[in-house]
């Protein structure tokens, strides 16, 4: 399996799931959106976790991709993959 995480502050890593998916075989990628890298395709990866920040869920004006991390969120939920949110994640997973 294939977990895939989004990761909005550098010291907000995925830690204890990473692990988790580690110890299972699972394969880890991660974007780190505080460094400006692209949302991956919705179709590259089985499992989507979504990290905290200090962020709001609607600071868009500020934060840009969250606009396209709801949408993101939502193509994973709506093809009937898991989504796991952490803090900012829970509420983005809410708000797609």
């Known amino acids: 399996m294939h977990v895939h995480h989004l990761q909005h502050v550098p010291y907000e890593p995925p830690a204890a799931i990473a692990d988790w998916a580690r110890d299972r075989g699972h394969e880890l990628t991660g974007t780190h959106l505080h460094?400006?890298?692209?949302?991956?395709?919705?179709?590259?990866?089985?499992?989507?976790?979504?990290?905290?920040?200090?962020?709001?869920v609607y600071d868009d004006e500020e934060y840009p991709h969250l606009v396209d991390e709801r949408e993101l969120i939502r193509a994973v939920h709506e093809?009937?993959?898991?989504?796991?949110?952490?803090?900012?994640?829970?509420?983005?997973?809410?708000?797609?």
Request: hydrophobic share 45%; charged share 20%.
């Open 35 to 56: 460094d400006g890298e692209p949302l991956p395709e919705p179709d590259e990866f089985d499992v989507l976790v979504v990290m905290g920040g200090p962020m709001g």
């Open 79 to 96: 093809d009937g993959r898991p989504v796991l949110g952490v803090c900012l994640g829970a509420q983005l997973l809410a708000a797609a």
